[in-house]
């Protein structure tokens, strides 16, 4: 455990310790409520050996840290680990320290707090595999591309598109396996690639056009 890490999990076992508890919602019902209601509050889920952690401000969830025995995330790739089945016990926390802690774990695009894993997803070989969040780096000329369409394939299946962000970025949460993949650029030149994800979670770049 890094010393960041460490020191977040202290300060929010003290707070905690002196928090209210509030009562016991599934992700989706926890989210809907406190926005209705504005609270400022820390969720908490824990099974077995991984944790997470949700910070709400002002009804809005404002960070995520997920905990496990590999390592800590924080963020942005904390909220893509949420499956969307998580029952959180939520705790009603002050204004500051809700905003200090999420500070360090800030999600910026909130709509991966609403994403879950689907069920539909195909699984392939008699291992079934494990989930995780794979992200892409769009790259051209050595300069990361805006508004790219990516798509993720098993055989003739596409199980998911989405486009590339500001930063050239776009992330899926799957199984782990290998997939091939397309890219689309605004000019409708389409480029192939193939991805072995095995990991829960991986980030790399892909060159298009060289």
Known sequence: MNNRTSEISSIIDEVLSNATFVASYPLDELIRSAEESGVNGIGVYEEKERKFFLMFEAGQPEGVIYVDPKGTLFGDKAAFLLSGKETFEFFQV???????????????????????????????????????????????????????????????????????????????????????????????????????FNHRYAETTIEIGG
């Open 94 to 196: 002050s204004q500051p320290m809700v905003n200090a802690l999420a500070s360090r774990c800030r999600v910026f695009d909130k709509s991966h707090l609403k994403k879950r894993l689907r069920e539909e997803l195909p699984t392939f070989g008699g291992k079934r595999p494990s989930p995780g969040v794979l992200c892409l780096i769009i790259v051209k000329d050595g300069v990361t591309q805006t508004g790219i369409r990516v798509s993720i394939k098993k055989g003739r299946q596409i199980i998911a598109s989405d486009m590339t962000t500001s930063d050239g970025k776009v992330c899926f949460k799957l199984l782990n396996g290998k997939y091939d993949c397309t890219a689309v650029d605004r000019d409708q030149a389409m480029y192939t690639f193939m991805v072995d």
